[in-house]
């Protein structure tokens, strides 16, 4: 039987609106607004250019607080699988579609996509001009938006009523409750979960005993676990609005090697004293090419960001990545002591694996500066 088509809208903050037809949970299964005249999600509405990955996308934590629009006008033709989940469930406000597929093909799929939107309370628009939104933001930047059933003069409050990501801290709707492990390789690392990929996790997995702690863990209890590296994961929002892991991370240097990728980039950065500012409408997608500037070579890049950090500011560190879209930060270096970071995803879930080079420059950060206490105790690895 085909499925009744039950019309939504979509309006951004600025009043501009599209029309289509509401895919994912239903109004019972939704955490926002609801009511007998429709439900209503909202978020900051921010595009993404890949064309496969959508799932890894969607379980991406970087995306709290955000509705995700797929430029790609055909999502959910292989289905969903939860070993590529990114984390244990979605943390994104929904999911913008050209057009959902109404039949999986791939011998992976445990389920179609819409099932999975709907298993984990995740409201969806299609029938969405998704060529036109991608250039509306393009144009006009990422703004706050909502949509569902409600009648347009609602939809139109909500948008209007949407805070955004601006100064908020986010990593504390994605982080872990408490600290736990994975892996069993010879080296020792902590990670700080801001909001941390199963990607991320299984490459550090490959060379080290990986101890991964809440958002926020204090200093002084990471190096009570005397690791051979700390790691500063990816997450969502504003790092402005972090400040408690900028003091922990300002502490750590120096005592131990460092590597942030992401939302970790960022705060490496603030702490080394640079500063953040918000991009009109961010870097989401599987195709940015970044310059490394050692080498002159050329990467193509998974990112997903809204804030960047000031080039003019890094007075401690040195530049070694850059966009070659749009010509800012991709990749620093300290100058005084062991830390470096990369602004896009070199463990690519999904997205090219040009850059997963970075781990094993982090394994050979930790070979060749070994914290004080290591040598104290003759040595991790």
């Not at 069993?184 to 005993?209: C, H, M, P, T």
């Not at 790691?231 to 408690?244: K, R």
């Not at 870097?283 to 990467?299: D, K, M």
């Not at 040009?354 to 104290?376: H, I, Q, S, V």
Request: hydrophobic residues 40%; contains cysteine.
């Amino acid at each position: 039987m085909t499925p009744r088509i039950v019309e939504a809208l979509l309006v951004l903050a600025d009043g501009t609106t599209f029309e289509g037809e509401a895919i994912g949970a239903v109004a019972s299964d939704l955490s926002q607004t609801a009511n007998d005249s429709g439900w209503v999600a909202t978020g900051e509405v921010v595009f993404n250019t890949v064309l496969t990955g959508y799932q890894e996308v969607i379980t991406d934590p970087s995306y709290a607080g955000q509705i995700i629009t797929f430029t790609y006008p055909h999502i959910g033709n292989y289905g969903a699988t939860d070993s590529d989940n990114e984390s244990a469930r979605p943390f994104c406000r929904g999911v913008i579609v050209r057009e959902m597929a109404r039949r999986r093909s791939n011998w992976r799929s445990e389920g179609d996509l819409n099932q999975f939107l709907q298993l984990h309370g995740v409201p969806g628009i299609a029938g969405i001009d998704t060529r036109r939104l991608a250039r509306h933001l393009r144009d006009a930047g990422s703004m706050p938006g909502a949509f569902g059933t409600a009648d347009h003069a609602t939809l139109a409050r909500a948008a209007a009523l949407e805070p955004g990501t601006d100064g908020v801290d986010l990593t504390a709707v994605v982080t872990c409750n408490e600290r736990y492990s994975v892996g069993n390789g010879l080296r020792r690392v902590v990670a700080y979960d801001f909001g941390i990929k199963r990607a991320i996790l299984s490459q550090l997995a490959e060379f080290a005993s990986v101890e991964v702690v809440p958002a926020h863990t204090s200093a002084a209890d990471v190096l009570a676990l005397e690791p051979d590296g700390v790691f500063l994961s990816n997450g969502p929002g504003d790092p402005a609005a972090v400040g408690h892991a900028v003091t922990a991370i300002g502490q750590l240097l120096g005592e131990v090697p460092i590597f942030g990728i992401c939302l970790g980039h960022q705060l490496l950065a603030t702490a080394l004293g640079a500063t953040t500012y918000k991009l009109p409408f961010g870097h989401h997608g599987g195709n940015h090419p970044v310059r490394r500037l050692s080498t002159g070579s050329i990467e193509i890049t998974s990112q997903n960001h809204n804030y960047c950090v000031n080039e003019g500011s890094l007075n401690t560190a040195d530049l070694t990545h850059v966009n070659l879209n749009d010509g800012t930060v991709e990749g620093i270096a300290s100058r005084d002591v062991p830390a470096f970071s990369v602004q896009y995803h070199p463990e690519a879930g999904p997205g090219p694996h040009d850059a997963r080079y970075l781990f094993g420059l982090f394994d050979e950060l930790m070979e060749t500066n070994k914290p004080a206490y290591a040598n104290r105790n003759g040595g991790n690895a």
